[in-house]
Nanobody
Framework: QVQLVESGGGLVQPGGSLRLSCAAS???????????MSWYRQVPGRERELVAA????????KYADSMKGRFTISRDDAKNTVYLQMNSLKLEDTAVYYC???????????WGQGTQVTVSS
């Protein structure tokens, strides 16, 4: 089983920046670089939505349209960690942010517990 722990959330003013981290750990022989990683977010009363995703090799990324140019997903396989750099934050970016791990077939096998991001003046 893969465990994911997010961190880095908090309160930030509009226009500010935050960097979220998601640290992965797992069973003996766990290889972080075998997993595609994604960030999602959710606000109360709404479905969880994709923010950004990165392939297991790091060679491919994708973003939701509203995040393009503002958010950057990256990974450090030596640290078993995926990051989400968020710049030019807007009020509507307020949400709980979750990371997940998917196997090579694209099946999600684990979610983190989430980290709250609040954008407010």
């Amino acid at each position: 089983q893969v465990q994911l722990v997010e961190s880095g959330g908090g309160l930030v003013q509009p226009g500010g920046s935050l960097r979220l981290s998601c640290a992965a750990s797992g069973f003996t022989g766990f290889t972080f670089s075998s997993y595609h990683m994604s960030w999602y977010r959710q606000v109360p009363g709404r479905e969880r939505e994709l923010v950004a995703a990165i392939t297991n090799t790091g060679g491919g990324t994708k973003y939701a349209d509203s995040m393009k140019g503002r958010f950057t997903i990256s990974r450090d396989d030596a640290k078993n960690t995926v990051y989400l750099q968020m710049n030019s934050l807007k009020l509507e970016d307020t949400a709980v942010y979750y990371c997940n791990a998917a196997n090579i077939l694209g099946t999600v096998i684990s979610w983190g517990q989430g980290t709250q991001v609040t954008v407010s003046s």
